[in-house]
Protein backbone atom coordinates (compact mmCIF):
# COMPACT_ATOMS: atom_id res chain seq x y z
CA UNK A 1 0.00 0.00 0.00
CA UNK A 2 1.02 2.75 -1.11
CA UNK A 3 0.56 6.25 1.10
CA UNK A 4 1.96 9.14 -0.16
CA UNK A 5 3.63 9.71 -3.82
CA UNK A 6 5.49 11.87 -4.75
CA UNK A 7 6.26 13.14 -8.26
CA UNK A 8 8.48 16.14 -10.38
CA UNK A 9 11.87 15.27 -9.46
CA UNK A 10 14.76 15.29 -12.17
CA UNK A 11 17.26 17.31 -13.20
CA UNK A 12 18.03 21.25 -13.31
CA UNK A 13 21.02 23.49 -13.91
CA UNK A 14 22.12 25.49 -10.89
CA UNK A 15 20.09 28.79 -10.43
CA UNK A 16 16.79 26.92 -11.78
CA UNK A 17 13.84 26.00 -9.98
CA UNK A 18 11.90 22.70 -9.61
CA UNK A 19 8.28 21.78 -8.04
CA UNK A 20 7.83 18.88 -5.89
CA UNK A 21 4.24 17.47 -5.50
CA UNK A 22 2.76 14.71 -3.04
CA UNK A 23 -0.30 13.21 -3.62
CA UNK A 24 -2.01 11.95 0.06
CA UNK A 25 -3.93 8.85 0.24
CA UNK A 26 -3.99 9.19 4.12
CA UNK A 27 -7.28 10.25 5.33
CA UNK A 28 -8.29 12.93 6.84
CA UNK A 29 -5.86 14.95 5.15
CA UNK A 30 -6.32 17.79 7.64
CA UNK A 31 -5.33 15.85 10.56
CA UNK A 32 -2.11 15.63 9.20
CA UNK A 33 1.51 17.86 9.25
CA UNK A 34 2.65 17.59 6.25
CA UNK A 35 7.07 17.90 4.89
CA UNK A 36 10.20 17.43 2.75
CA UNK A 37 13.05 15.79 3.97
CA UNK A 38 16.46 14.70 1.64
CA UNK A 39 18.94 13.03 1.80
CA UNK A 40 22.08 13.08 0.32
CA UNK A 41 24.94 10.76 -0.63
CA UNK A 42 26.80 9.72 2.54
CA UNK A 43 24.57 11.77 4.68
CA UNK A 44 21.78 11.91 7.15
CA UNK A 45 18.42 12.64 6.36
CA UNK A 46 17.50 16.24 6.90
CA UNK A 47 14.02 18.44 7.56
CA UNK A 48 13.76 20.40 4.49
CA UNK A 49 10.29 22.13 5.27
CA UNK A 50 7.24 21.41 7.28
CA UNK A 51 3.60 22.41 6.90
CA UNK A 52 0.70 22.43 9.53
CA UNK A 53 -2.77 22.07 8.44
CA UNK A 54 -3.75 25.54 9.20
CA UNK A 55 -1.04 26.38 7.02
CA UNK A 56 1.82 27.17 9.28
CA UNK A 57 5.28 26.55 7.95
CA UNK A 58 8.50 25.63 9.12
CA UNK A 59 11.88 25.46 7.26
CA UNK A 60 15.57 24.38 7.05
CA UNK A 61 17.88 27.30 7.42
CA UNK A 62 19.54 26.48 4.02
CA UNK A 63 16.43 26.35 2.26
CA UNK A 64 14.98 30.00 3.44
CA UNK A 65 14.20 31.95 1.31
CA UNK A 66 14.27 30.02 -1.83
CA UNK A 67 11.91 26.90 -1.30
CA UNK A 68 8.33 27.24 -0.24
CA UNK A 69 5.96 24.78 1.24
CA UNK A 70 2.21 24.48 0.41
CA UNK A 71 -0.60 22.45 0.42
CA UNK A 72 -4.06 22.15 -1.07
CA UNK A 73 -6.09 20.07 1.53
CA UNK A 74 -9.15 20.20 -1.09
CA UNK A 75 -6.72 18.20 -3.24
CA UNK A 76 -4.97 16.13 -0.43
CA UNK A 77 -1.33 17.13 -1.87
CA UNK A 78 1.44 19.09 -0.39
CA UNK A 79 4.54 21.13 -2.78
CA UNK A 80 7.72 21.89 -2.54
CA UNK A 81 8.58 25.09 -4.60
CA UNK A 82 12.42 25.12 -4.87
CA UNK A 83 13.63 28.09 -6.49
CA UNK A 84 17.35 29.23 -6.94
CA UNK A 85 18.99 25.93 -6.92
CA UNK A 86 22.30 25.03 -5.80
CA UNK A 87 24.44 21.56 -6.53
CA UNK A 88 24.44 21.28 -2.70
CA UNK A 89 20.81 20.36 -2.90
CA UNK A 90 21.21 17.66 -4.88
CA UNK A 91 19.53 15.02 -3.00
CA UNK A 92 16.71 12.66 -2.56
CA UNK A 93 13.40 14.53 -1.47
CA UNK A 94 11.33 12.23 0.58
CA UNK A 95 7.92 13.81 1.60
CA UNK A 96 6.08 12.51 5.04
CA UNK A 97 2.78 12.85 7.30
CA UNK A 98 3.09 13.47 10.21
CA UNK A 99 -0.45 12.56 12.76
CA UNK A 100 -1.21 15.12 14.93
CA UNK A 101 -2.19 12.89 17.96
CA UNK A 102 0.27 10.39 17.30
CA UNK A 103 2.85 11.91 15.99
CA UNK A 104 3.02 8.82 13.87
CA UNK A 105 4.88 9.50 10.80
CA UNK A 106 4.79 7.81 6.93
CA UNK A 107 7.15 8.18 4.33
CA UNK A 108 6.57 8.25 0.33
CA UNK A 109 9.08 6.78 -2.01
CA UNK A 110 11.69 9.51 -2.66
CA UNK A 111 12.37 11.54 -5.79
CA UNK A 112 15.67 12.61 -6.70
CA UNK A 113 16.89 16.02 -7.67
CA UNK A 114 19.85 16.71 -9.35
CA UNK A 115 21.46 20.59 -9.87
CA UNK A 116 24.75 20.72 -12.01
CA UNK A 117 26.77 23.68 -11.74
Known amino acids: QVDLVESGGGWVQAGGSMRLSCASF????????MGWHRQAPGKQRELVAM???????QYADSVKGRFTISRDNSKSTVYLQMNSLQPEDTAVYYCNSDHLGSRARNWGQGTQVTVSS
Open 26 to 33: IRPFALYA
Open 51 to 57: ITPGGST
